[in-house]
T-cell receptor, first 116, second 114 residues
């Protein structure tokens, strides 16, 4: 059973370009979470999605950031017109459907975004 | 609301000596608590979790943690450090009321000296 997969692992963009980060949850998982880790900091929640629905986006910046989890295919975190401050590691996590009794989330290896 | 405070940003130990990483939490509801480890430029690996069962939780690689409700603490320990334990460790809290949103502490970086 493959774990959570993220690609690309490393992404370099110039200021003003778009960044697309992909996350494939574990098999059978329908809940996806995105977290951002700025240099020398802990992870901060960004958004929680289920298939075709955004459940909680309270941690998403109001502009330039969006996320989706379509019926088919991976979850996408999209950052438009990137700025240097967007440079960070972006982690995706997934959990199974239904009542997640112990709230455990399974993390992917992360995508490290560098904005030049 | 929920929050986590890791009391030490850096811990340095000698190989073979005990490790103690301190974590205090705050939550309005019954918490689930986790410790994750992150090796340099790697993803997060779950060490152990507390979910309202036994208060002393054993994890992988010889780590364990004790949930103390009266002290709102969930400290992580290991009796004998190994060089491979050098990494960053995160204490994490969540509750059902938080919608499964994980709240991370600031992390403790562990250095193991030979």
């Amino acid at each position: 059973n493959a774990g959570v997969m993220q690609n690309p692992r490393h992404l370099v963009r110039r200021r003003g370009q778009e960044a697309r980060l992909r996350c494939s949850p574990m098999k059978g998982h329908s809940h996806v979470y995105w977290y951002r880790q700025l240099p020398e900091e802990g992870l901060k929640f960004m958004v929680y999605l289920q298939k075709e629905n955004i459940i909680d986006e309270s941690g998403m910046p109001k502009e330039r950031f969006s996320a989706e989890f379509p019926k088919e295919g991976p979850s996408i975190l999209r950052i438009q017109q990137v700025v240097r401050g967007d440079s960070a590691a972006y982690f995706c996590a997934s959990s199974p459907p239904g009542t997640n009794r112990d709230n455990e989330q399974f993390f992917g290896p992360g995508t490290r975004l560098t904005v030049l | 609301a929920q929050s986590v405070t890791q009391l030490d940003s850096h811990v340095s130990v000698s190989e073979g000596t005990p490790v103690l990483l301190r974590c205090n939490y705050s939550s309005s509801y019954s918490p689930s608590l986790f410790w994750y480890v992150q090796h340099p430029n790697k993803g997060l690996q779950l060490l152990l979790k507390y979910t309202s069962a036994a208060t002393l939780v054993k994890g992988i690689n010889g780590f364990e943690a004790e949930f103390k409700k009266s002290e709102t603490s969930f400290h992580l320990t290991k009796p004998s450090a190994h060089m491979s334990d050098a990494a960053e460790y995160f204490c994490v809290v969540t509750t059902k009321a938080a919608g499964n949103k994980l709240t991370f502490g600031g992390g403790t970086r562990v250095l193991v000296k030979p």
